[in-house]
Structure formats: C-alpha cells, structure tokens
C-alpha cells in the first residue's frame, strides 16, 4: 500500500533563504508524485507533479523537486523564499489504480511553512 | 482552467441536523471526491465517484453518505450532523492528464463547524 511521510510540520526560513520541504513516499508500483499548496483559507493548488519523465521536476512559483528513487523521496525546494510562499505544502502519491479509470491520490499530514523577513 | 466549486464557504449547523454539501465541476471530469481536512492528519478520503451514480467508499465514509446524479455534480451529506464532523470539507475531480497521471482540481473548502 502507498504512503506518505513529511518530515516536520512546521518549517520557518527567512525570507532569501532556501526553502527545503521534505517528503517520503512508499509505493509498490512505480508512483506518481505530487506536491500542491495550500494558502490560508483556500482549497489545493498543484504545484508540480512526477510522471517518470524527468527526475527533476519544475513547477510554479519557482519551485522544483527531485524524484530519488533509491532514498524513495520526492523533497520540494526553492532556492530563495519569498514571503508569498507562506502556506501548508502538501505531498501526494498515487495509489496506481486504474480499475474503474480512477486514480486516488494518499496525501501527507503537511508541512506548514513561515517565511519571517 | 478547471474550476471546482462548492456551495458555501462556511456553513454552521446543529447536532442531528442533516447537511448537504455541494460541488460543482466544469470540465466533464469523470472522477470527484470529497476529503475532510483535519489540522495534523492532510486530507482524508471520505467517498469518491468515477461516474454519474458510482460511489465508492473511502477511508473515513462512516457517518457520511453522497450522491451523483449528474456528471458535474457531487454532493456529501451529513445524514445527522455531530461536533466530531465539524472540519474542512474539500472536493475535487480529475481525469487523465498527461501520462494518465490524474492529478486532482480542488474546491475552496467548505468550512462546517457543528455546535
């Protein structure tokens, strides 16, 4: 069975400093990945997601990540944070189930991120 | 872009009252879901539905029950509400993406609080 580990909950970083969210997946299958963000009082946003295409993966805002199959993780970084970057980040795998033409995605606990100046 | 809505942003209600939660999609996704989002514990799977009339239980679907009578339309309901049901509500819908990767387009969130 899939699953998914976020290393700590809450993560602070000054504003201009690297952002590094951490996440650990387990899967049977070879997974899909995603990370989506969520600001205060808003549904979930895609961030940028894995597909066995390219290990390093580049999405919006200025985020990446990169999939490591051999530590089975999937961390989220951006080289400089920015005080908009302020929110509850969250992890996803898919659980590979296609019975039906379905796809459920298995979701971290989140990790929340403070960006202080 | 894909836009998920649901019918109200914050919702109040009494113990026992029966609650209806609804979402609407506009980009004839096949797939809907409905999560509850708990400080601590992410989302949670309550029931999810891969086709008009098609239901299928999620993690936590007790005390819940849904309905999809349309493509577009997917709706919860609290049959009697109680204050461990007090939480965010979020739906969401997918299709195959790129890949078949089915990434999911989520809703603003129902805020429900039961008193």
């Known amino acids: 069975a899939q699953s998914v580990t976020q290393l700590g909950s809450h993560v602070s970083v000054s504003e201009g400093a690297l952002v590094l969210l951490r996440c650990n997946y387990s899967?049977?299958?070879?997974?899909?990945l995603f990370w989506y963000v969520q600001y205060p009082n808003q549904g979930l946003q895609l961030l940028l997601k894995?597909?066995?295409?390219?290990?390093l993966v580049k999405g919006i805002n200025g985020f990446e990540a990169e999939f490591k199959k051999s530590e089975t993780s999937f961390h989220l970084t951006k080289p400089s944070a920015h005080m908009s970057d302020a929110a509850e980040y969250f992890c996803?795998?898919?659980?590979?189930?296609?019975?039906?033409?379905?796809?459920?995605?298995?979701f971290g606990a989140g990790t929340r991120l403070a960006v202080h100046p | 872009d894909v836009k998920v809505t649901q019918s109200s942003r914050y919702l109040v209600k009494r113990t026992g009252e029966k609650v209806f939660l609804e979402c609407v999609q506009d980009?004839?996704?096949?797939?809907m879901f409905w999560y509850r989002q708990d400080p601590g514990l992410g989302l949670r799977l309550i029931y999810f539905?891969?086709?008009?009339?098609?239901?299928e239980k999620g993690d936590i679907p007790e005390g819940y029950s849904v309905s999809r009578e349309k493509k577009e339309r997917f709706s919860l309901i609290l049959e009697s509400a109680s204050t461990n049901q007090t939480s965010m509500y979020l739906c969401?819908?997918?299709?195959?993406?790129?890949?078949?990767?089915?990434?999911?387009?989520f809703g603003p969130g129902t805020r429900l609080t039961v008193t």
């Open positions: 969401a819908s997918s299709s195959p993406g790129t890949g078949g990767t089915y990434e999911q387009y």
């Open positions: 980009m004839d996704h096949e797939n």
């Open positions: 539905s891969y086709d008009v009339k098609m239901k």
């Open positions: 899967s049977s299958v070879p997974p899909y």
């Open positions: 894995y597909t066995s295409a390219a290990t």
């Open positions: 996803a795998v898919s659980s590979g189930g296609i019975s039906g033409g379905y796809n459920k995605l298995i």
